[in-house]
């Protein structure tokens, strides 16, 4: 098994451009916007224990909320402790009140100490573990952001109490958590700490899943990852949040007990998803009931589910992943997911934020279901990014993913250097001093340069979507070595390669498999899927058909988005009052279509939006 | 408003073929089939006011099921008195029952006398005026086959007590029923009585509609057909078999008051279903919430309702709207709706039903929402006919739909005769007799003649498929006039007319506003709308494409069904382990696809389906 580690986001300085501008977009109004809706909500008053200020009841998971919400402040403080300043004043307020709140055996919980003590450890569903899980990863964050240790050992007195409830004296109601999460937040503790008790319970609580008939919420236990120990799993299924979390978890373990089966495992459950669960834009989910991953190649487009959370989940997967896996498919994904499914979860303006990430939208067809209760309608996504939703796990979860962006760029190794992601940045390490620098996604062009490296190899992915590539060094053609869908150059102290990766608008097909996407393509450039929009095109976006081969006419423009949209001669069936009629006597009009970036879809009001677009 | 009468099926003779052989079905294992179920599953001991006999407790519309198994039964009598004896004896005890049963007040509801008597027309959706439409339609059946009218005097008092509490005492708690029916039912009894007051009855339920802010189980009034009131209607809404009902009601009181109002708004209602909510199959209902219409072009394949009891009542509704309108479209309709989504309702052996006939299947599909409660989940239509199922409206419809048969043929016109189906049989009218005779659907030839017929014009509907017509007589072309959708024929006393209605198969197109359908034909063949069936062609049918040029080579052949399979070259994409590829790499592999008729799927063990193709 492999030991890399990627670069921490520390070691790694954001330089112009477009991730630059996310990470400053996320720090100077999302996470402020976040703030805002957690105050008037009542989730830092709840979290004040003092949740009648507000008035408004706990959630059982306000918790994880306010923790996602410290992390994302603790990992900007590393950077930007000036920005910062009043929100760490708050995160310190919170930290004083729950350790005032922290009863004497360690418990913390805000949701069960104010609402329901009789409850405490006694219902799987109600996420104290997956909140617990939250806290600890925010102390962690906020330890090594300030140095003050206040909140680590809050945890570790909470850590203590766990330990004693379900390893010691087993009283509580369940084994294993219904919402996981605490399992690799442990693994973190004990790479924290080496303290090697939170390795046992991290153990303790991914070994004993499956194995024992578990109380859930779900009508089957496939749906809580409770039908295959995670040394019988093979494919991924259930709440994809909850797997995904899971799966990060059982690669910690693999990982720690360098336990080869494991990531066997992990590599079959990596390929369910990556080969037949997954949609163009990275996302998963293709069901908000139990918002699960469903039957292979059942990918619904107007209906997906592809959770933003499950987008950043994905890459928390991935990441592990490839640290102990020597493949490029790791960072295929996670660019895929990048670009698309995690991007498009929060609007250009940084205020507002998808729950759920459709390809798919039409308005007309909205109302179908209106005549029936929410439980019991169908669910058809929100058409607008909202500042304010209930269940808001997914805007905190941005916040930290921001917060600490840069992690995934670079992968130190034994031979040299790895450059797994084409993010504008200037990263230290060991071998000292890389920069990379470029518009990938604009030309497909990266220069990536050192003026003071001690490593000896420089290994750079080949994205998945490139099918030409070459290198230059000092104006003539730079040698490498192709292997595993990397190029291997040798460097020297000083180098600077420039590497093209002949980008170019391609149409896509799915599998056969996929019954939603049949007869449709979909428009890419580089990493970005691309969408019709309507208010580029005019609603009912099926009646639009494109011929692949007049991509060649392609046209390229920079628009609001920050990236090209592209314009190409298209066909739009032409209106008839017949509902049906001979297939010879269809008409055609020819038009452009105008795609912009998926990611960037309704944020210029409300209108249909498709992915896969007919073929002509 | 025009005043016509389809001739009714007392003087229709089927003969030689297809339909009669559904007729002789029906009669012969249909009618038992559900009269068995009947029987097991308590609903005749319901009405024999013995439910404890049973154990199963009463269902709200039981009297529903049972009055329209009664109503086949008498219509059978007519023409087959001796095999009908067993199942007349069974009627003559339940009509005693019931006469046992009936309050002193005339009351009579086998659920709510047996189990809430305190509920007696205190709850709008409980059905009761929909139980006792029903009843009323099977007495005048009953009294109409046998002479005796006991049944009908039971329902005229039952009408006295209706009277008395909606309109003289207004004490029930609502004041139009829950779901439609008794309006139809008042308006046949006031036609077989001459009492008027059925009449003003039928027009109290009809006119107060939409007018009041009544109580119903729907989240709004759209769905229950109170959004609008019968003069400002203009599209049809909500639940689908309610919806169809109420409008056949309505037509039948446009005609007996003359109103040309309401027949305009009839036209719009007939006009929106017909051009923006009806699947090819002649089916309505795109949602199993509350089984409704919903917006236009929402006609999803899978999810389809397209409920049997919606086939037979479209055509109840188009029968009643063709007797006061001159206009081919209404035949076109029954046509579509009688060869396509009403045969798809009985199995090829006459034993099971389909409650739902959705236009696609794709079993690999339908574990995706296991993990939820049945009331959450999305709903995913039966794969095979069901002998027995709950709500059981449909298979007691369709016994008594083939047992009148027969009377969508023929009109009787002030001009003369007119052919409106294309079904075998002997007709006789104030004109004399006329024969039709001919394979229709399978080489488009229809024969009409007669030895002795005294109207001077011959009208025959010119099928909404046929491009190109002629017509024979004596082996010398024959004269005709086309209008409105009709040839028009002078005859003679004695005439033989040889109509050739240039049958073959077509690809249809579906209007480009249905986004279900994009980039998809489906092939027909005259009236019959055909399908692939995994079967035939193995699973997963989106995996197929049908080019329309190739349907010159296609080949017939006589299957199970009794009419032809027809077989043409296609394409299957090749499989592919990527989930995501360049569209120029798609493979294609030559099949041939074998399409049967839409009908006849199922009947062969669970399988795929696919009606609408994918485009090569």
Known sequence: MKNNNFISFEQVNLENGFWKDRYELNKKVSVDNVRKRFESSGRFDAMRFNF?????????????????????????????????????????????????????????????????????????????????????????????????DKFLHIMERYCDCIYRVFISEKTAAFVTPGHEEIELALIKLYRYTNNEKYLEMARFFLINRGKTDEPHLFENSRCAQDDADIYNLHEANGHCVRALYLYSGIADL????????????????????????????????????????????????????????????????ATRMREIDDSAEYGHIIERVLYNSLLSSTSIDGKSFFYVNPLEL????????????????????????????????????????????????????????????????????????IKINGNYFLDGKVEISSNNCTAKVLAVRIPEWCTEFNAETAGTSAEFVKKNGYAYFTIENEFCIMLDFHIKPQFISANPNIRADAGRVALTYGPIVYCLEGVDNGDRLNRIEVDISDLNAAKFEMDFHSMYSISMPAYRLKDDERLYCNAEETEYAPITAKFIPYYSFANRGKSDMLVWVRKH
């Open 254 to 317: 693999a990982r720690e007990t360098n336990d080869e089966a494991l990531l066997t495992n992990l590599k079959d459950v990596f390929h369910d998803i990556i080969y037949k669960k997954m949609y163009i834009t990275g996302g998963v989910g293709s069901t908000h009931c139990t918002e699960s991953f469903t039957v292979p190649y059942d990918l619904p487009n107007m209906n997906a589910y592809s959770e933003s959370c499950c987008a950043i989940a994905m890459i928390m997967f």
């Open 52 to 148: 009648l200020k507000n008035g408004r009841k706990p959630h059982v998971f306000f918790d994880s909320d306010v923790a996602k919400w410290m992390e994302a402040v603790a990992y900007l403080i590393t950077k930007n402790p000036e920005e910062m300043k009043e929100n760490e004043k708050l995160c310190e307020e919170l930290i004083d009140c729950m350790e005032k709140a922290q009863r004497d055996d360690g418990y913390l919980n805000s949701f069960h100490q104010q609402i329901s003590p009789e409850e405490i450890f006694q219902n799987r569903d109600h996420h104290e573990l997956y909140c617990a899980g939250h806290l600890i990863e925010a102390a962690i964050a906020y330890s090594k952001a300030t140095g003050r």
């Open 362 to 433: 039409a308005l007309e067809e909205y109302g179908r279901e209106v005549a029936v209760p929410e439980s019991l309608r169908e669910h058809l996504p929100i058409t607008q990014r909202l500042e304010v939703f209930d269940c808001s796990c997914c805007p905190p979860n941005i916040n930290r993913f921001f917060g600490n962006f840069g992690n995934i760029i670079c992968l130190e190794e034994k031979s040299g250097v790895t450059v797994e992601q084409y993010i504008n940045a200037e990263i230290t390490g060991h071998f000292g001093k």
